[in-house]
C-alpha cells in the first residue's frame, strides 16, 4: 500500500524553466511533509519541509505547495539549474506520539538540460 | 563534524547467505533509522532505534533485524538472503525521533545477491 506517490518517474526540464514535482498521499492523517534530494552515489538530503497548518512554504528557488483537500503537494524549483539534476523524494509524516516515522514517496528523477 | 557513516560500501553475497551493515551516526545523533531503496519502490522503511530500543518498524520479514548500541552505532541483519534483498540499505540519523525531525543520510550500503 503505497500511501505516499510521486506518479512521475523522471521529467527534464530546461535550465531557467520551472520545474514541478508532485507527491500525492492517500493517508489523511499525515501532518508534515518534507522532499529529500539524491545525488547519484550519495545518501538523500534535506530539501525543504511544510506543516499542514501551511499551503506553502519558500526558501529561496524552492517553494512547496501543499493542498490537502487534495491530498497533494508539489515542489517548484525557479529557475532551474543543472546541478539541481537528482532524484526527488516526497515523504509524510504524522506524529503518534511514541511511533512517527517518515514515509517515502518512489522518487522522480529531475534533468535540468541545457 | 563528520556525517552518517555506513561500512561497507558494496557487498557481494549469495542466496541463503547472511549479511551485517553497520552504521555510525552523527555524533550526538540518538536515532538511527534504516531504509532499503530499490528500482520503483523508493525508501521503504525498515526500522528505527532510539536509545538502544526499537522504536518502530517497517513491513518487512523477520530474516531483517537490527540493534542499536550504546555509543548509537546500529547494525542491521538480513539472514537467508534472497535474490530480492539486492537493494541500497540507507542509514539515517538524528538527534530526535524521526517523523518531523529532519534525517541525515549516510551514502548506503549496495547489496548485491547472486
Known amino acids: 500500500d503505497q500511501q505516499v506517490k510521486q506518479n512521475s518517474p523522471s521529467l527534464s526540464v530546461q535550465e531557467g524553466r520551472i520545474s514541478i514535482l508532485n507527491c500525492d498521499y492517500t493517508n489523511s492523517m499525515f501532518d508534515y511533509f518534507l522532499w529529500y534530494k539524491k545525488y547519484p552515489a550519495e545518501g538523500p538530503t534535506f530539501l525543504i519541509s511544510i506543516s499542514s497548518i501551511k499551503d506553502k512554504n519558500e526558501d529561496g528557488r524552492f517553494t512547496v505547495f501543499l493542498n490537502k483537500s487534495a491530498k497533494h503537494l508539489s515542489l517548484h524549483i525557479v529557475p532551474s539549474q543543472p546541478g539541481d539534476s537528482a532524484v526527488y523524494f516526497c515523504?509524510?509524516?504524522?506524529?503518534?506520539?511514541?511511533?512517527?516515522?517518515?514515509?517515502f514517496g518512489t522518487g522522480t528523477r529531475l534533468q535540468v538540460t541545457l | 563534524k563528520a556525517g552518517v557513516t555506513q561500512t561497507p560500501r558494496y557487498l557481494i553475497k549469495t542466496r541463503g547467505q547472511q549479511v551485517t551493515l553497520s552504521c555510525s551516526p552523527i555524533?550526538?545523533?540518538?536515532?538511527v533509522s534504516w531504509y532499503q531503496q530499490t528500482p520503483g519502490q523508493g525508501l521503504q522503511f525498515l526500522f528505527e532505534y532510539f536509545s538502544e530500543t526499537q522504536r518502530n518498524k517497517g513491513n518487512f520479514p523477520g530474516r531483517f533485524s537490527g540493534r542499536q548500541f550504546s555509543n548509537s552505532r546500529s547494525e542491521m541483519n538480513v539472514s537467508t538472503l534472497e535474490l530480492g534483498d539486492s537493494a541500497l540499505y540507507l542509514c539515517a540519523s538524528s538527534f530526535l525521533p524521526s517523523g518531523a525531525n529532519v534525517l541525515t543520510f549516510g551514502a548506503g550500503s549496495r547489496l548485491t545477491v547472486l
Open positions: 555524533s550526538g545523533h540518538r536515532s
Open positions: 515523504a509524510a509524516t504524522f506524529n503518534t506520539g511514541t511511533a512517527s516515522k517518515l514515509t
